[in-house]
């Protein structure tokens, strides 16, 4: 029998696309995007594409394992769920009984971000059991911080609305890999009349419909916004009504910019003069404008206080006032959803340590007191994290009991004492919000779980209850939790129910008008209930209160010493058929990537006397990797750049470019700073295996 029915895409992706899951005789055979989706319109991106290899792929778990040779050789055996159930517990109990609640972490990522199973299930279990927390800020916590000392609140600009822009700005993104349906918005737009910038280190795909491009050094991006509004302020380009009405601190930063003439400018970013000022006059003269800012440069040393500078923009041209103007940041905060209830924050009283994620090597070899006990659930730390090797090597202690929960045995799950089967997307319930529209989906199970995988929900409430735990949240199902969550008293949620969600698919939240205006009546939640240029909340927490650009950590003028040795800064932005390290196992997927590839300058290139195809050791003091040389003008000099986290078992060398990423914290929320990673090139064996 053949079936097409509603799904949902469940990853790190703003465009949480509905999905037409076609089915014969209960077997997923092909993925198509949903053509009633507001946004997906009929078509899907290269990565999802390929779904069902990865749900029938030969690296999936289909029951429970335990481990039988060395940590990381991936040797298991198969056994029952009870054995492995009662193995976790009883090394939980132990744990907890020798050296404290807190000696257990979970870890978990953005393998799925569903309400259910990405966020409640996991939260709500750990809760209870006192365990240590997770600080979840490898994305985009320290770009919210910055963002929300000028605005208030992380949530931005309705992306609908990007049609009626006539300046679109894609800033540090590449929509085109990340974010494709915008794509069709931006064409929109520019049939329209729209002018659209793009601003980058790399020439990035979406260049080619660019009427701008401007290709600053990694981490000035902050300069280049102070040298905009330095024209912007001293040629009085900009709205004074606004400015008078809506701003605190003008005077303040009309001071500050003064700090940041052209020349300098031109001097930190490498964009030359003219294409500054042609840039201003673009953005003070064309609105409404619209600046979508990617996640890539907040991870950087200086990330908060980029995206905190460049947030300032909008408010001295009027943006904010218009559909289609301001600047777009994660949505989610937009979302009325009851987190400390539905995570169960009161089924642990007292608070825990709190481990910042990226900071997973160091926590397990030096944090005291120690973790002894490791579940891993939605993530591959071993390939997506940072200063990679400290991280192998806290795996592979034989002191660790590391369970993972996941769909394949990834580089993580062959550290892994336990491995527990994961259900897909395809196989279970949940409930979508995206972090790029305002809208609501519901996912349910297309096809039977395979093998004897189960849902994280299942999986934690089965725990609970072999841990002895009695609280009713533990017998809830996961329709239960969605029911709850919808249930929550909010004029934006008022008649969206389950059964409205499986009727309709996706359904937008009750926002007024065409278009959301996310600061209605130009009210910003912010202390002075302005655009706050100057931030007295800033100084009281140790910044600069006002916009400033900040030397990245590692360079010629922090580490000099360090840019001698090492002197390309190595960027690893989102590939086009991978999301993080998701479906880099996939055969399809791989062919499309072709190989592990290191894009360079050639000028870079030709001193190293390195050239395309030529295998080369990308190095420094952290870690090194094997990569295939593309050598070309697409890349600024004195950069290099790695697409996608490639598995480390599928790469040369069994180690991909994580090894050289720093676990270093930026300088807002504790963000990770992988950007910011000078490196070393060399040709190895005369440039081949």
């Given at each position: 029998?053949?079936?097409?029915?509603?799904?949902v895409?469940?990853h790190?992706?703003p465009?949480t696309?509905g999905?037409?899951?076609h089915?014969?005789?209960?077997?997923?055979v092909?993925?198509?995007?949903?053509?009633?989706h507001f946004?997906?319109?009929g078509?899907?991106?290269q990565k999802v594409?390929?779904?069902?290899?990865?749900v029938?792929?030969p690296?999936?778990v289909?029951?429970?394992?335990k481990?039988?040779?060395?940590?990381?050789?991936?040797?298991?055996?198969?056994i029952?769920?009870?054995?492995a159930?009662?193995?976790?517990t009883?090394?939980?109990?132990?744990?907890?009984?020798k050296?404290?609640?807190e000696?257990?972490?979970?870890?978990?990522?953005s393998?799925?971000?569903?309400?259910?199973?990405?966020n409640?299930?996991?939260?709500?279990?750990?809760?209870?059991l006192?365990?240590?927390?997770?600080?979840?800020?490898?994305c985009s916590?320290?770009?919210?911080?910055?963002?929300?000392?000028?605005?208030?609140a992380s949530f931005?600009?309705?992306?609908?609305?990007?049609p009626?822009?006539?300046?679109?700005?894609?800033?540090?993104?590449?929509?085109?890999?990340?974010?494709?349906?915008?794509i069709p918005?931006?064409?929109?737009?520019?049939?329209?009349?729209?002018?659209y910038?793009?601003?980058?280190?790399?020439r990035?795909?979406s260049?080619?419909m660019?009427?701008?491009?401007i290709q600053?050094?990694?981490?000035?991006?902050?300069?280049l916004?102070?040298g905009?509004?330095?024209?912007?302020?001293n040629?009085?380009?900009?709205?004074?009504?606004?400015?008078?009405?809506?701003?605190?601190?003008?005077e303040?930063?009309?001071?500050?910019?003064?700090?940041?003439p052209?020349?300098?400018?031109e001097?930190?970013?490498g964009?030359d003069k003219?294409?500054?000022r042609?840039?201003?006059a673009?953005y003070?003269?064309?609105?409404p404008?619209?600046?979508y800012a990617?996640?890539?440069?907040?991870h950087?040393?200086?990330?908060?206080?980029?995206?905190?500078?460049i947030?300032?923009?909008p408010g001295?041209?009027?943006?904010w006032k218009?559909?289609?103007?301001g600047?777009?940041?994660?949505?989610s905060?937009?979302?009325?959803?009851?987190?400390?209830?539905l995570?169960?924050k009161?089924?642990c009283?007292?608070?825990?340590?709190?481990?910042?994620?990226n900071?997973?090597?160091?926590?397990?070899?030096?944090?005291?007191?120690?973790?002894?006990g490791?579940?891993?659930?939605n993530?591959n730390?071993?390939a997506?994290?940072?200063?990679?090797?400290k991280?192998?090597?806290g795996l592979k202690?034989?002191?660790?009991?590391?369970?993972?929960?996941?769909q394949l045995?990834?580089?993580t799950?062959?550290?892994?004492?336990?491995v527990l089967?994961?259900?897909?997307?395809?196989?279970h319930t949940?409930?979508?919000?995206?972090y790029?529209?305002?809208?609501?989906?519901?996912?349910?199970?297309?096809?039977?779980?395979?093998?004897?995988?189960r849902p994280?929900?299942?999986?934690f409430?089965?725990?609970?209850k072999?841990?002895g735990?009695?609280?009713?949240?533990?017998?809830?199902?996961?329709?239960?939790?969605?029911?709850?969550a919808?249930?929550?008293?909010?004029?934006y949620?008022?008649?969206?129910?389950?059964?409205?969600?499986?009727?309709?698919?996706?359904?937008?939240?009750?926002v007024p008008g065409?278009?959301?205006?996310?600061?209605?009546?130009?009210k910003?939640p912010?202390?002075?209930g302005?655009?706050?240029?100057?931030?007295?909340?800033?100084?009281?927490?140790?910044?600069?209160?006002?916009p400033?650009?900040?030397?990245?950590?590692?360079g010629?003028l922090?580490?000099?010493?360090?840019y001698?040795?090492?002197?390309?800064?190595l960027?690893?932005?989102s590939?086009?058929s991978?999301?993080?390290s998701n479906?880099?196992?996939?055969?399809?997927?791989?062919?499309?990537?072709?190989?592990?590839?290191?894009?360079m300058?050639a000028?870079?290139?030709?001193k190293?006397n390195?050239?395309t195809?030529?295998?080369?050791?990308?190095?420094?003091?952290?870690?090194e990797?094997?990569?295939?040389?593309s050598v070309?003008?697409?890349?600024?000099?004195?950069?290099?750049?790695n697409?996608g986290?490639?598995?480390?078992r599928?790469?040369?060398?069994?180690?991909?470019?994580?090894?050289?990423?720093?676990?270093?914290?930026?300088d807002?929320g504790?963000?990770?700073?992988?950007?910011?990673?000078l490196?070393?090139i060399?040709?190895?064996?005369?440039?081949?295996?």
């Amino acid at each position: 029998m053949n079936r097409e029915l509603r799904s949902v895409c469940p990853h790190d992706c703003p465009d949480t696309c509905g999905i037409i899951a076609h089915v014969k005789d209960g077997k997923l055979v092909k993925v198509k995007g949903d053509p009633g989706h507001f946004l997906t319109r009929g078509f899907l991106c290269q990565k999802v594409k390929n779904y069902p290899e990865r749900v029938y792929s030969p690296d999936r778990v289909l029951y429970p394992l335990k481990r039988i040779g060395g940590k990381g050789s991936g040797k298991f055996e198969r056994i029952s769920w009870d054995e492995a159930i009662e193995t976790i517990t009883s090394k939980f109990k132990d744990f907890i009984s020798k050296y404290g609640n807190e000696s257990i972490l979970p870890f978990s990522g953005s393998g799925t971000l569903g309400l259910v199973n990405g966020n409640v299930a996991g939260k709500r279990f750990f809760n209870r059991l006192g365990a240590s927390s997770l600080d979840r800020t490898i994305c985009s916590k320290g770009g919210r911080i910055g963002y929300k000392y000028t605005l208030g609140a992380s949530f931005g600009a309705d992306p609908l609305a990007i049609p009626q822009s006539r300046l679109i700005i894609s800033w540090g993104t590449n929509p085109y890999y990340t974010n494709i349906h915008q794509i069709p918005l931006i064409k929109e737009a520019k049939k329209n009349g729209a002018y659209y910038v793009v601003i980058n280190p790399n020439r990035v795909k979406s260049v080619e419909m660019a009427d701008l491009f401007i290709q600053p050094a990694p981490g000035s991006d902050a300069a280049l916004a102070l040298g905009v509004m330095n024209i912007i302020i001293n040629e009085s380009l900009y709205d004074e009504e606004f400015v008078n009405n809506h701003t605190e601190g003008f005077e303040a930063l009309s001071e500050r910019v003064q700090e940041y003439p052209l020349d300098r400018v031109e001097d930190i970013t490498g964009v030359d003069k003219e294409t500054i000022r042609k840039f201003a006059a673009v953005y003070a003269g064309r609105k409404p404008s619209f600046i979508y800012a990617g996640s890539g440069m907040q991870h950087h040393t200086n990330g908060g206080m980029m995206i905190r500078t460049i947030s300032c923009l909008p408010g001295l041209t009027g943006a904010w006032k218009y559909p289609g103007g301001g600047m777009f940041y994660p949505t989610s905060e937009a979302f009325p959803i009851s987190w400390d209830v539905l995570e169960g924050k009161d089924l642990c009283p007292n608070s825990s340590r709190s481990i910042n994620m990226n900071q997973l090597g160091l926590t397990l070899l030096n944090a005291e007191p120690g973790v002894y006990g490791l579940y891993v659930y939605n993530s591959n730390p071993a390939a997506v994290l940072f200063n990679q090797r400290k991280v192998i090597e806290g795996l592979k202690r034989e002191d660790l009991f590391t369970v993972v929960h996941e769909q394949l045995l990834t580089d993580t799950a062959r550290y892994a004492d336990i491995v527990l089967p994961a259900t897909t997307e395809f196989e279970h319930t949940d409930l979508h919000h995206s972090y790029f529209h305002l809208s609501l989906q519901l996912n349910e199970p297309v096809i039977e779980p395979l093998g004897e995988s189960r849902p994280n929900i299942d999986t934690f409430n089965i725990l609970a209850k072999s841990m002895g735990f009695q609280d009713n949240c533990f017998d809830e199902t996961a329709i239960d939790i969605i029911i709850r969550a919808l249930g929550i008293d909010s004029w934006y949620l008022r008649g969206i129910t389950l059964e409205r969600l499986r009727n309709e698919g996706a359904v937008r939240l009750n926002v007024p008008g065409e278009f959301h205006m996310p600061y209605k009546g130009l009210k910003f939640p912010t202390p002075s209930g302005k655009i706050e240029f100057y931030s007295e909340k800033m100084k009281l927490d140790g910044y600069d209160p006002l916009p400033a650009h900040i030397s990245i950590g590692e360079g010629p003028l922090t580490s000099p010493d360090l840019y001698k040795k090492h002197p390309i800064y190595l960027l690893t932005p989102s590939a086009k058929s991978f999301l993080n390290s998701n479906f880099a196992n996939i055969p399809n997927s791989r062919t499309e990537e072709k190989r592990p590839t290191l894009e360079m300058n050639a000028i870079d290139a030709n001193k190293r006397n390195i050239k395309t195809g030529d295998l080369v050791r990308v190095f420094n003091e952290r870690g090194e990797c094997t990569l295939w040389a593309s050598v070309g003008d697409d890349v600024k000099e004195g950069v290099a750049v790695n697409k996608g986290i490639w598995w480390n078992r599928l790469s040369p060398g069994n180690s991909n470019s994580n090894q050289t990423t720093p676990d270093r914290l930026a300088d807002m929320g504790g963000g990770s700073t992988y950007n910011t990673n000078l490196v070393q090139i060399e040709r190895v064996n005369n440039g081949k295996i």
